[in-house]
Nanobody, 120 residues
Framework: VQLQAYGGGLVRPGGFLTLSCVAS????????MGWYRQTPGEQRDMVAT???????NYADSVKGRFTISRDNAKDTIWLQMNSLKPEDTGVYYC???????????????WGQGTEITVSS
């Protein structure tokens, strides 16, 4: 199983970016998926998560600015980030809980990070 993330880069404050993440490989079922952010010396923190039933959860710092969405048929999630702030800077990782067989269990997978820098 692999998670491939796309869409990082440099953006000015107030700008926008969209991240995408595609899960591929021997996937039987995909559960919760999400985005996490890490800055140097800090732990990896949840930014947004989405269940297979499309229930979403956001960190307080991004509520109203970020939107997570999902296509279950394509095992893909997106993170639309608007009104970006310098404090949104970091390496963003996608994650997913995936079953690789009918009998499970769900295992947690991480994608490679994609760096976002919000700076003027």
């Amino acid at each position: 199983v692999q998670l491939q993330a796309y869409g990082g880069g440099l953006v000015r404050p107030g700008g926008f970016l969209t991240l995408s993440c595609v899960a591929s490989g021997s996937i039987w079922s995909t559960g919760d998926m999400g985005w996490y952010r890490q800055t140097p010396g800090e732990q990896r923190d949840m930014v947004a998560t989405i269940t297979a039933a499309i229930t979403t959860n956001y960190a307080d710092s991004v509520k109203g600015r970020f939107t997570i969405s999902r296509d279950n048929a394509k095992d893909t999630i997106w993170l639309q980030m608007n009104s970006l702030k310098p404090e949104d800077t970091g390496v963003y990782y996608c994650a997913a809980k995936i079953e690789t067989s009918r009998t499970g269990p769900f295992q947690h997978y991480w994608g490679q990070g994609t760096e976002i820098t919000v700076s003027s």
